[in-house]
């Protein structure tokens, strides 16, 4: 089966084995508030693994040999196996393989499970290391949201609200690398006004991120909630060239900086999972 719909009546969303990745969210109302993958991107809400961004050069190395690993890696691109199906759950499985091997040296497997639990679609992903050695990994959400919400409506209308308030400095990329400047925050208190030309520059990336969740609305349309637990950044963005959607993505890792080019173990903001354990993270996307 290629997708599997889940609903409880007031939430309904649809889960695809292609990446294992959720390709529709309604509400009550049945509005959809996902992007519906058109053609300013052809993704609705991928999985990030096993690693996030761009490496330098399009560049694995690991005990000096190099590997292909083009931006935010394979995952993605890979078909799950269906590992539970139910009318408001659904479990898939991404195993390593030669394949995989050829870019990413590592046994590994990649369970995420969908769960809709009252208002809320809780996603759940868990990495296993399989194999005989520490794995590095890196992985994140990439949900895109409509925007603006309703069609018709103003894109500056529409507002990010944090749970915390975010003064840090943000990061920005330089050619899809990590630049090493900061530049101060447009999240004033907790509160981000957005607006196209934040994402002139691509993506903001929180790499200090004081919150745990954030709500996401704008005039006509739902609230929405987003949560999460285990990743440590958030990346925002939107096509630079403007676009009808606004990703909010939970991460565990971020691009290379611009300076680094060595071993991916090395590499800031990859974790380290030991030999037989797993490294679990949840994000849940919810309604008001």
């Not at 997708?3 to 959809?32: M, P, Q, W, Y």
């Not at 990030?48 to 993605?76: E, W």
């Not at 990329?173 to 981000?192: F, I, N």
């Not at 990743?231 to 676009?243: D, M, N, Q, R």
Request: with cysteine.
């Amino acid at each position: 089966m290629d997708r599997h719909t889940l609903s409880n009546g007031r939430v309904t969303a649809v889960i695809k084995a292609d990446g294992a990745e959720l390709c529709s969210l309604k509400n009550i109302h049945g509005h959809e508030v996902l992007w519906q993958a058109g053609p300013e991107w052809p993704r609705h809400a991928p999985i990030l693994f096993p690693i996030v961004g761009k490496l330098n050069g399009d560049v694995l190395r690991h005990r000096g040999q190099s590997y292909a690993m083009t931006q935010h890696g394979f995952a993605r691109d890979q078909r799950f196996a269906w590992t539970g199906q139910g009318p408001t759950s659904c479990a898939l499985s991404l195993q390593d393989s030669p394949a995989s091997r050829a870019k990413y040296p590592f046994a590994f497997r990649l369970d995420v499970t969908y769960a809709i639990e009252g208002d809320e679609l809780a996603i759940g992903y868990a990495i296993t290391n399989t194999g005989d050695e520490i794995l590095p990994a890196s992985i994140g959400a990439h949900p895109a949201f409509r925007w603006p919400l309703v069609e018709g409506a103003d894109k500056s209308d529409h507002t990010i609200i944090f749970s915390d308030a975010e003064p840090a400095p943000i990061r920005r990329l330089d050619g899809g690398l990590l630049s090493p400047q900061s530049e101060p925050s447009p999240v004033q208190g907790g509160a981000l006004a957005l607006s196209e030309s934040l994402f002139a520059d691509d993506a903001m990336i929180l790499d200090q991120l004081a919150s745990t969740s954030l709500s996401y609305s704008g005039p006509g349309g739902p609230t929405i909630t987003l949560a999460w637990q285990g990743f440590h950044e958030l990346g925002i963005w939107s096509k630079p060239s403007g676009a009808p959607f606004l990703c909010i993505e939970p991460w565990q890792g971020y691009a290379s900086p611009v300076d680094f080019d060595g071993e991916f173990a090395d590499k800031p903001g990859v974790m380290h999972i030991a030999v037989g354990q797993t490294r679990s993270f949840m994000q849940r996307i919810g309604f008001l």
